[in-house]
Protein backbone atom coordinates (compact mmCIF):
# COMPACT_ATOMS: atom_id res chain seq x y z
CA UNK A 1 0.00 0.00 0.00
CA UNK A 2 1.58 3.54 -1.02
CA UNK A 3 1.91 6.08 1.72
CA UNK A 4 -0.60 8.68 1.84
CA UNK A 5 1.16 11.76 1.27
CA UNK A 6 1.21 14.09 4.69
CA UNK A 7 -1.00 16.87 2.88
CA UNK A 8 -3.44 14.19 1.87
CA UNK A 9 -3.55 12.54 4.90
CA UNK A 10 -4.42 15.58 7.06
CA UNK A 11 -7.40 16.32 4.19
CA UNK A 12 -8.44 13.01 4.32
CA UNK A 13 -8.13 12.62 8.85
CA UNK A 14 -9.91 16.70 8.40
CA UNK A 15 -12.64 16.00 6.28
CA UNK A 16 -13.34 12.60 8.99
CA UNK A 17 -12.84 14.47 11.82
CA UNK A 18 -15.38 17.32 10.48
CA UNK A 19 -17.76 14.54 9.99
CA UNK A 20 -17.74 13.30 13.19
CA UNK A 21 -17.24 17.18 14.87
CA UNK A 22 -20.42 17.58 12.28
CA UNK A 23 -22.44 14.31 13.72
CA UNK A 24 -21.77 15.31 17.09
CA UNK A 25 -22.77 18.61 16.86
CA UNK A 26 -25.90 17.63 15.33
CA UNK A 27 -27.04 14.82 17.72
CA UNK A 28 -26.38 17.09 20.65
CA UNK A 29 -28.99 19.44 19.01
CA UNK A 30 -31.71 16.99 18.39
CA UNK A 31 -31.12 15.72 22.90
CA UNK A 32 -31.43 19.38 22.96
CA UNK A 33 -34.79 19.74 21.09
CA UNK A 34 -36.05 16.73 22.60
CA UNK A 35 -35.39 17.04 26.23
CA UNK A 36 -38.82 17.54 28.19
CA UNK A 37 -39.92 18.66 31.12
CA UNK A 38 -40.69 15.89 33.76
CA UNK A 39 -43.86 16.54 35.77
CA UNK A 40 -43.37 13.75 38.22
CA UNK A 41 -41.37 15.37 40.68
CA UNK A 42 -44.53 18.49 40.86
CA UNK A 43 -47.02 15.75 41.40
CA UNK A 44 -45.31 14.20 44.26
CA UNK A 45 -44.46 17.39 45.70
CA UNK A 46 -48.31 18.96 45.14
CA UNK A 47 -49.15 15.32 46.97
CA UNK A 48 -47.13 15.92 49.96
CA UNK A 49 -48.00 19.47 50.23
CA UNK A 50 -51.79 18.56 50.23
CA UNK A 51 -50.93 15.66 52.72
CA UNK A 52 -49.30 17.57 55.09
CA UNK A 53 -52.30 20.41 54.97
CA UNK A 54 -54.61 17.62 55.73
CA UNK A 55 -52.39 15.99 58.70
CA UNK A 56 -52.66 19.77 59.69
CA UNK A 57 -55.60 20.19 59.49
CA UNK A 58 -56.29 16.80 61.87
CA UNK A 59 -53.98 18.13 64.58
CA UNK A 60 -56.60 21.01 64.58
CA UNK A 61 -59.34 18.88 64.72
CA UNK A 62 -57.78 16.34 66.94
CA UNK A 63 -56.21 13.39 66.53
CA UNK A 64 -58.36 10.67 64.52
CA UNK A 65 -57.71 7.13 64.22
CA UNK A 66 -59.35 4.62 61.65
CA UNK A 67 -61.04 1.06 63.14
CA UNK A 68 -57.61 -0.44 61.46
CA UNK A 69 -55.58 1.13 64.03
CA UNK A 70 -57.84 0.70 67.10
CA UNK A 71 -57.36 -3.32 66.18
CA UNK A 72 -53.71 -2.65 67.05
CA UNK A 73 -53.98 -2.02 70.96
CA UNK A 74 -54.12 -4.67 72.96
CA UNK A 75 -54.98 -5.57 76.79
CA UNK A 76 -50.87 -5.40 78.33
CA UNK A 77 -49.56 -2.35 76.31
CA UNK A 78 -47.67 -0.14 78.10
CA UNK A 79 -48.12 3.92 77.16
CA UNK A 80 -45.11 4.02 74.55
CA UNK A 81 -46.47 0.91 72.55
CA UNK A 82 -49.58 2.48 71.95
CA UNK A 83 -48.32 6.10 71.00
CA UNK A 84 -46.31 4.27 68.32
CA UNK A 85 -49.11 2.41 66.91
CA UNK A 86 -51.86 5.13 67.31
CA UNK A 87 -49.91 8.27 68.38
CA UNK A 88 -50.67 10.57 71.35
CA UNK A 89 -53.92 11.77 71.86
CA UNK A 90 -55.40 14.99 72.51
CA UNK A 91 -57.40 14.14 75.29
CA UNK A 92 -55.67 12.13 78.06
CA UNK A 93 -57.91 12.46 81.45
CA UNK A 94 -57.16 10.59 84.69
CA UNK A 95 -59.31 8.70 86.97
CA UNK A 96 -60.79 10.16 90.12
CA UNK A 97 -59.05 8.52 93.04
CA UNK A 98 -57.35 6.03 90.98
CA UNK A 99 -53.93 5.94 89.30
CA UNK A 100 -53.69 5.73 85.56
CA UNK A 101 -55.40 7.47 82.53
CA UNK A 102 -57.78 7.15 80.12
CA UNK A 103 -56.51 8.39 76.49
CA UNK A 104 -59.35 9.19 74.06
CA UNK A 105 -59.45 9.35 70.31
CA UNK A 106 -61.97 9.96 67.40
CA UNK A 107 -62.33 7.19 65.28
CA UNK A 108 -63.14 8.69 61.16
CA UNK A 109 -66.68 8.29 60.60
CA UNK A 110 -69.56 10.28 59.85
CA UNK A 111 -69.64 13.94 61.73
CA UNK A 112 -72.88 12.40 63.80
CA UNK A 113 -72.69 10.35 66.37
CA UNK A 114 -69.05 11.09 67.14
CA UNK A 115 -67.38 7.79 67.96
CA UNK A 116 -64.79 7.71 70.72
CA UNK A 117 -62.22 4.96 70.96
CA UNK A 118 -60.60 4.90 74.64
CA UNK A 119 -57.77 3.34 76.05
CA UNK A 120 -57.71 2.83 79.65
CA UNK A 121 -54.46 2.24 81.17
CA UNK A 122 -53.48 0.57 84.99
CA UNK A 123 -51.92 1.57 88.10
CA UNK A 124 -48.72 -0.70 86.18
CA UNK A 125 -49.34 1.89 83.07
CA UNK A 126 -50.21 -1.23 80.95
CA UNK A 127 -53.79 -1.04 79.14
CA UNK A 128 -56.55 -2.16 81.16
CA UNK A 129 -58.93 -2.44 78.99
CA UNK A 130 -60.79 -0.54 75.73
CA UNK A 131 -63.72 0.56 74.08
CA UNK A 132 -65.91 2.38 71.84
CA UNK A 133 -68.50 4.84 72.90
CA UNK A 134 -70.61 7.84 71.29
CA UNK A 135 -69.71 11.13 72.19
CA UNK A 136 -72.18 12.60 75.02
CA UNK A 137 -71.10 15.76 74.22
CA UNK A 138 -72.68 18.11 71.46
CA UNK A 139 -71.02 20.89 70.18
Keep these: ?9 R ?3 GTLRGEIHSKLVTERKE ?5 TF ?6 VLVAAVLGLGATAAQAV ?3 TISRDQEALIAVGMGATEVERAIGRPDQIARRPYELGS ?3 YEVAGPEFPVILFDVDFGTDGKV ?4 ERMDDEID
Design 128 to 131: ERVG
Design 1 to 9: MPAIPRRHH
Design 61 to 63: SGL
Design 102 to 104: IWT
Design 11 to 13: EAG
Design 38 to 43: DLRPIH
Design 31 to 35: HIMQS
